[in-house]
């Protein structure tokens, strides 16, 4: 398993990781399965999305706000309920095929590390499962 650290700007962000992942791939012996890429965190989660125009993660970071205020009576007294829901609603991993040493994505699709709770240094994790 391979650890790479990611550092957010600002409270809700969505970061293109594709290329440090693709970099983490590229270290890797196994060159052929599937990859997990993970977040351990409760209040970021893992996408994958149109990573060519950026006003896509700004629209589904607006669209994701829509449903999930900043403040609502929630209940979680440390203000950042939304974080932790938006978290849950994105997912905190993605299987990514890997094939001959690259990882199989569409054209247009990137991974991202959705930030919801930031400024955060985040800890992303990458495994291979060979096949
Ligand atoms: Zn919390």
New binding site residues.
């Given amino acids: 398993m391979e650890t790479m650290l990611v550092r957010t700007g600002s409270r809700i962000q969505f970061v293109d990781i594709t290329g440090q992942v693709r970099e983490v791939i590229a270290r890797i012996a196994t060159k052929d399965g599937v990859a997990i890429v993970y977040v351990p965190h409760?209040?970021a989660g893992i996408t994958i999305n149109e990573a060519a125009d950026p006003s896509v993660p700004e629209d589904i970071n607006t669209a994701l706000s829509g449903l999930v205020p900043h403040h609502r009576n929630y209940r979680?007294s440390?203000?950042?309920?939304d974080?932790?829901i938006k978290a849950t609603l994105v997912g905190s991993s993605v299987n990514v095929i890997l094939s001959k040493g690259e990882l199989v994505l569409g054209t247009w699709q990137g991974i991202f590390l959705c930030e919801f709770?930031g400024p955060r240094s985040r800890t992303v994790m990458v495994k291979i499962l060979p096949g």
Avoid: F, I, S
């Avoid at 440390?78 to 309920?81: D, L, P, R, S, T």
């Fill in positions: 409760t209040t979680h440390e203000g950042n309920a974080a932790h709770d």
